[in-house]
């Protein structure tokens, strides 16, 4: 909700619209209503990327894919993968209550799922 998760989350809509800027009170509003899961998402992944390539000093190139494949889930109560690095990062795009599970591949992935529920 700071100035700056605003801007950004503006610059996000403003992508998606094509070029049309938003007012910041449309945005503000947007935050605060219960769709807004998705776009404070979309902000932590910025600052996760950014917070990456700052202390590591690159992303890799899936990094952007996969960080889209984690939020796609972000309305659901349970993210499962098989890419063990997307452990590090999926936990802080997603809410508190959200699982995030990582098939190993020990048991059927069938039979795996099923433990899941």
Not at 33 to 50: E, F, I, M, T
Not at 51 to 77: E, F, K, T
Not at 95 to 109: G, L, N, T
């Amino acid at each position: 909700m700071s100035t700056s998760g605003v801007a950004t989350v503006s610059g996000h809509l403003e992508k998606i619209s094509g070029g049309s800027r938003l007012p910041s009170t449309w945005t503000l509003a947007f935050l605060q209503s219960p769709v807004s899961v998705a776009s404070k998402g979309v902000v932590r992944a910025d600052l996760y990327y950014n917070w990456r390539s700052a202390n590591r000093g690159s992303n890799p190139a899936d990094l952007v894919d996969d960080m889209l494949h984690v939020l796609q889930a972000i309305y659901c109560g349970l993210y499962v993968t098989e890419e063990p690095k997307q452990s590090q990062y999926a936990h802080l795009l997603l809410s508190p209550a959200m699982q995030v599970r990582i098939y190993d591949h020990v048991e059927p992935v069938g039979k795996w799922l099923e433990s899941l529920l």
